[in-house]
């Protein structure tokens, strides 16, 4: 499994469909690793790594509580994806928009 340490793969990490599934379920509320692991059709170590790959891009971080590892999502880390998504989002509307009154100033 190729490992992300850059913020600036959060994309390439959520194209993951077991990565996108832990972060719905942590939207939740913060789980451990076992209940995690409980509600995917993966193993518990599986769903370690792709917590590793999701805590080194800032999405999640971890807290030890006892002998648990309890995961939770990281505001900042879930921010900065939202602003990224905001920045992309607003460029393809101004796009569209921009496209739109060409095609109208050419075919009136």
């Not at 789980?31 to 999701?54: D, F, G, M, T, Y």
């Not at 939202?82 to 989002?89: K, S």
């Amino acid at each position: 499994m190729r490992t992300y340490a850059s913020r600036d793969d959060v994309w390439n990490v959520l194209g993951d469909p077991t990565r996108r599934a832990i972060v719905e379920h942590l939207a939740e509320r913060p789980l451990a690793v076992v209940e995690i692991a409980a509600r995917l059709p993966v193993s518990r170590p599986a769903v370690s790594q792709h917590l590793k790959v999701l805590k080194d891009t800032g999405l999640v971080s971890e807290e030890v509580v006892g002998r648990r590892h309890v995961y939770r999502l990281d505001p900042v880390g879930v921010s900065a994806l939202r602003d990224q998504l905001d920045t992309f989002w607003n460029r393809a509307l101004a796009g569209y928009e921009a496209a739109v009154q060409q095609s109208t100033k050419e075919h009136p």
